[in-house]
């Protein structure tokens, strides 16, 4: 089982300080440099040793989208039964080279690890404080930070990493930091987008969704909804809420759908930053606002802890068809 191991909780001022200092990169004022290069769907601008990709359209061909596969190949997760196959609070998961599946399930503080056609193998760790035991896990592996202000709709920094660059952005305007392994601001991600206002009838949509999916009481909805609208509240929507690669280190954006609260899409980027296109994900995928997904793309699938309609937590690994 090499390769998997469950982390405590701890600090995160250092990785949150080190987040601080690559973000000064975000003001740096880029001069003007030559004329950029243009295609049909994006533009690439060199200037001052900062390469500018601003994409206009879909880079994927008419007929070559990537699609994720209507059902899932493997399943993982039961209503009652075999208790190694009940989970409960997943919070993270990492598929291995020859198949085999790790889960974290916080509820048990183990390890449960299964065969490629999900069948149960083994357990590792336990609640304690002794070794080979966890007493609050919560990664399997280091999967980046989120921090989120208390601001309805305000802005949320997120980091994600590949092997030799860092990926920095702040979700109130599209346009994502590539730096590189000394910290030095490579490349910015743009998109052409037109921000959108917040007004009431977003507080009021945001609550009555919140309501919807079990976040609060229905007779309280109005005292809500005024409290929320008394409260900070941002001027424009997010354009995103989550950025993460994948094995072939493209950069998967969770674009922001309506008031944040139901399942977003992902645009993904090529490695030199280029819009390839938008995937829709299987639904039932939970968000939960400034925790990343239990998610793990690789180069042909997608590992990732979905919700029944039961609200039976499973984890699922589902194919993606690139064209």
Not at 70 to 80: K, L, M, R, T
Not at 161 to 189: F, H, K, M, N, T
Not at 216 to 227: C, M, S, V
Not at 289 to 318: A, S
Request: proline share 7%.
């Amino acid at each position: 089982m090499a390769g998997a191991k469950a982390e405590h909780r701890g600090s995160m001022s250092g990785s949150l300080s080190k987040l601080g200092l690559f973000s000064l990169a975000a003001g740096l004022a880029v001069a003007c440099g030559p004329e950029p290069t243009v295609s049909v769907r994006h533009t690439v601008v060199d200037s001052a040793g900062v390469t500018i990709v601003e994409s206009i359209a879909p880079g994927w061909p008419e007929g070559e989208e990537w699609t994720i596969a209507a059902e899932p190949e493997v399943v993982i997760g039961e209503v009652e039964g075999d208790e190694r196959y009940l989970l409960d609070d997943v919070h993270g998961m990492r598929r291995f080279p020859d198949g085999r599946i790790a889960i974290l399930d916080r509820g048990s503080s183990l390890v449960r690890v299964y065969d490629p056609a999900g069948r149960h193998l083994i357990d590792v760790g336990g609640p304690g404080e002794g070794p080979s035991e966890f007493s609050r896990p919560q990664h399997l592996e280091l999967v980046g930070n989120a921090i989120v202000r208390d601001v309805l709709f305000g802005a949320t920094s997120y980091v994600a990493s590949a092997a030799d660059r860092l990926y920095l952005a702040s979700s109130e305007v599209y346009s994502i930091q590539v730096l590189d392994e000394q910290g030095r601001l490579r490349r910015l991600i743009r998109r052409m987008t037109t921000p959108k206002a917040v007004a009431p009838d977003h507080i009021r949509r945001y609550v009555e969704q919140m309501v919807a999916a079990g976040a609060g009481d229905p007779e309280n909805l109005e005292p809500w909804i005024a409290r929320l609208a008394d409260g900070p509240v941002a001027e424009v929507m997010p354009e995103f809420r989550l950025i993460l690669t994948d094995a072939s280190e493209n950069l998967w954006v969770e674009d922001w759908d309506d008031v944040g609260v139901g399942q977003g899409g992902y645009s993904v980027f090529d490695p030199d930053g280029v819009w390839l296109g938008r995937v829709t994900m299987p639904p039932g995928l939970p968000w939960t606002r400034g925790r990343k997904p239990t998610m793990e793309i690789g180069e042909d699938y997608i590992l990732g802890t979905w919700t029944t309609d039961f609200g039976v937590e499973q984890v699922r690994l589902y194919r993606i068809d690139k064209g």
